[in-house]
């Protein structure tokens, strides 16, 4: 597609309950992020993928918490056994890296998560 | 560790006022700076890149201006609109292959 994709646009969850989130980058993109923002709150870094390399998951706020970009493009982020704390919206981005490309970051347009 | 902060944290003008929102950064040594938007209950949209050789960069109403030396960015709007309501962050990268670092953001209100 022309941008970054994000779904379900919106989910809601019963507390425990096992969610999994979707990004489909632009195509091509080299790195991909994965930001949670809370109501009213900046962003907070989750996990960074790049090229080949081992991801950057320091932003990761527990073991709860994991993501994976299969073939290099799509990434799911995915939160075990949620809680009410998780509720936020779940932003991701991808931009191509690289000295000629500028790495201009696009992001998508999130994923509300409630908790209930 | 790079440091990216921003001032003022919220900001109220009348329409029709020029302003100038602040990035600041801690490590002089950044590949580009980028500035964007966000509306409530939407993603963030990019407005201005500037590479670390360049020295602003300008989009009708924007201009984004870097002094590296000083770890500094400004954006600048000119005939502020309420439409322009919105939260504007900057961002800094260190290397191409690096992980970009986000401001905390300004929250601009433009009264009609």
């Known amino acids: 597609g022309a941008g970054v994709s994000q779904s379900p646009s919106n989910k809601v969850t019963e507390k425990g309950k096992d969610v999994e989130l979707r990004c489909d980058p632009i195509?091509?993109?080299?790195?991909l992020y994965w930001y949670r923002q809370s109501l009213g709150q900046g962003l907070e870094f989750l996990i960074y993928?790049?090229?080949?390399?081992?991801?950057?998951k320091s932003g990761l706020p527990s073991d709860r918490f994991s993501a994976e970009r299969t073939g290099g493009s799509v990434s799911t982020l995915t939160i075990q056994r949620t809680q009410q704390e998780d509720s936020a919206v779940y932003l991701c981005?991808?931009?191509?890296?690289?000295?000629?490309?500028?790495?201009?970051?696009?992001f998508g347009e999130g994923s509300w998560l409630t908790v209930v | 560790k790079q440091e990216v902060t921003q001032i003022p944290a919220a900001l109220s003008v009348p329409e029709g006022e020029n302003l100038v929102l602040n990035c600041s950064f801690t490590?002089?040594?950044?590949?580009?700076l980028q500035w964007f938007r966000q509306d409530p209950g939407k993603g963030l949209t990019s407005l201005l890149l500037?590479?670390?050789?360049?020295r602003e960069q300008t989009s009708g109403r924007l201009n984004a201006s870097l002094d590296k030396s000083s770890g500094r960015s400004t954006l600048y709007i000119a005939a502020s609109q309420p439409g322009d309501s919105a939260t504007y962050l900057c961002?800094?990268?260190?290397?191409?292959?690096?992980?970009?670092?986000f401001g905390p953001g300004t929250s601009l209100s433009v009264i009609p």
């Open positions: 500037i590479q670390s050789s360049q």
């Open positions: 961002a800094v990268l260190k290397t191409s292959y690096d992980k970009v670092i």
């Open positions: 490590d002089s040594a950044i590949y580009n």
């Open positions: 195509s091509g993109h080299t790195a």
């Open positions: 981005a991808s931009s191509l890296q690289g000295e000629i490309s500028g790495n201009t970051i696009y």
């Open positions: 993928f790049q090229g080949n390399s081992a991801p950057d």
